[in-house]
């Protein structure tokens, strides 16, 4: 297949992922549970001033609700709402994109990692395939599926942002464009709340990793310098575009006795050093590493189904053995330490020495160490099986990869068709009788909002979804 026909599908599956959500709700639905409200997807601009600009936690004792960090992207969810006035419509959009984007965004970055070094215009078809495949794996093998789709909090984000983020920064490199920073520092301003303290443990679980293996590729395998200048520019922009969120939490990181301060910097014989011992340990019991190694949800998977999915640490070793490019071996490394964190339990020594990092000041978000280092993990799960099919494709027959792709697809189906039919975003909630988390809204609900005095408008919503009156 020619490349530009693989380019057109790409767009076409980008397309299709696009679509998808548009299905998942009826009409006048509205998925409005699971770990957050949401209400910003019912009325942006009222969740604005109830809750960010004016935000008081509704409890008697006139708390402020710190939820600022998420203002640029509920604004501009205000936006949308303006030409998209339907919630059901809006909610479905918005899934849309995070749909469509972690797939081209990561799509894009396996083919141009694999460009990099191809050495005849025949290989680019193999890249393309490669890279498709790959985007696919990202968005739907089972810790993907069932990472957050269920919730959607705004940290879920994180699920494009992180490759996106990724290519943008990839490019740069490679062409040197301050374009790609621009739009880069873009982003963060839009999403701030994922590069805000409600999303450090994700934050400092991707992007530190990242970082780090962009400046290696560039050094090592581009042969270009690194450069420092246009780098700590673009810090010093992206303080200055977060300083409406970043100094309130560093004054509150150094103000002793706050809450955030005793977070931080833990004593360490502290009862809540332990506590956070405690949790880790308790949750660290229950994870097995072989279910890690095929990318399965812990403790999910325990019937037949589950050995499909041996099919993808299989790739990987194939592959490896058929190509130990630096770039490859690169991509092997930083799986490697993404699995170490994902898991904790890589021997007995490895376990030990998580214990120990806990000592570190702040590591204690990672407690959760399984769902924080979720998205980190199935990125570099994701790119290695990709650089692995690539490998394959290119010493294997075409009759073998065309075994492969069944053997992949295969899996790939069951995990992700609970996405593709919207039922893993419409559970029951846990606490009620048999009501499911996406519901419709009730007329009469709706008539007593539209009839409100205007100026009383945001706070009875407020009010009454909140459970407070």
Known sequence: MKPILFRFLSIAIATALFIIPFFWLKPGEMDLGGDSGRLYFYDPVAYLRSTMLYGIIPS????????????????????LHFFINSPTVLISFVNGVKLSLAFFSFYLIVKELLILSLPSARN??????????AGLVYIFIPSSVGGGWDRALLTHNQIFINPLM?????????????????????VTFIFSLNFSIASSPGFFAFFP?????????????MKKSIPYKELFFGLIVFVLLQSFQILPHVLSLFSYGSGLNSLVFLDNSSSTLRAGLNYFESVASNIKLSL???NLPQGRYDDLLSLLYFVFPITVLLGYMRNKSKTYIYVGFFFLISMFFYTAKITDIGFAFYKALFRIPGFSMFRNFYGQWNYS???????IVGFSFYALALTVSRRKIYVLIVAIATPMFFSAWPLVNGSIIRPIHHQSDNVPVAFQMDPSFQQV????????????LYLLLHDSI
């Not at 680019?124 to 495949?133: H, P, R, S, T, V």
């Not at 993990?377 to 790119?383: A, K, M, N, P, Q």
């Not at 909002?449 to 009875?460: G, M, V």
């Open 166 to 186: 990724f290519y943008l920064f990839l490019r740069y490199f490679v062409t040197d464009a301050m374009v790609y920073f621009y739009l880069a520092l873009l």
């Open 60 to 79: 008697g004792v006139g708390g402020a609700a710190l939820s600022y960090f998420a203002i640029p992207f509920v604004s501009l969810l205000a936006v």
């Open 449 to 460: 909002l539209r009839t409100s005095i205007p100026n009383q408008t945001s706070a009875l």
């Open 377 to 383: 993990f199935i990125f570099y799960y994701s790119l």
């Open 292 to 294: 890690s190694l095929m």
């Open 209 to 221: 990793l990242s970082v780090a293996f962009l400046l290696i590729l560039r050094k090592s395998i």
């Open 124 to 133: 680019k078809g193999a890249a393309d395939a490669a890279a498709m495949l």
